[in-house]
């Protein structure tokens, strides 16, 4: 892996970590209370615990594991485990929302749609629209390795 790959994979791995610990906090005040309507703790989990996850989600590259170690943040709220053999599809409907992958989507989107509205001279735009001088563009891995361009 390069040096910026474990860079952003520790920085995504701090991310989810203060989540966690957001969530956490509020399980024995919150998530396992059950005086608390459902609908309520769905919205706690919006507000606090994924806008928490999401801040500067844009520039993320989330792997399967990540997501799915921040859906087992909802199986908890709603006291599921793996083993009730609940669909994660079943659990994003309750929430109404239609899951964390697509959070993280819609935040890039959302990103991408920020900077293309951009003035041609902001550094974020330039970025965006710029090309390596030098240096080799790779094409996908189809099985046999890189294939140079």
């Not at 399980?27 to 919205?43: A, F, M, S």
Request: a positive charge.
């Amino acid at each position: 892996m390069e040096v910026k790959e474990e860079e952003e994979e520790e920085a995504l791995k701090r991310r989810i970590a203060k989540a966690t610990c957001v969530f956490g906090s509020l399980r024995h005040r919150l998530w396992n209370e059950r005086g608390i309507r459902l609908d309520t703790k769905i919205l706690v989990h919006h507000a606090v615990v994924l806008s928490i996850l999401l801040l500067s989600s844009e520039s993320w590259i989330p792997y399967k594991h990540h997501i799915h170690q921040l859906e087992n943040c909802l199986r908890l709220i709603f006291g599921l485990t793996l083993r009730d053999k609940v669909l994660n599809e079943e659990l994003f409907t309750k929430c109404k929302i239609s899951g964390i992958e697509q959070f993280l989507i819609q935040s890039q989107l959302r990103w991408t749609g920020h900077v293309l509205r951009m003035p041609d001279n902001r550094i974020p735009k330039i970025v965006m629209y710029s090309q390596l001088e030098t240096g080799k563009e790779m094409l996908g891995d189809l099985g046999l390795g890189q294939v140079e361009k």
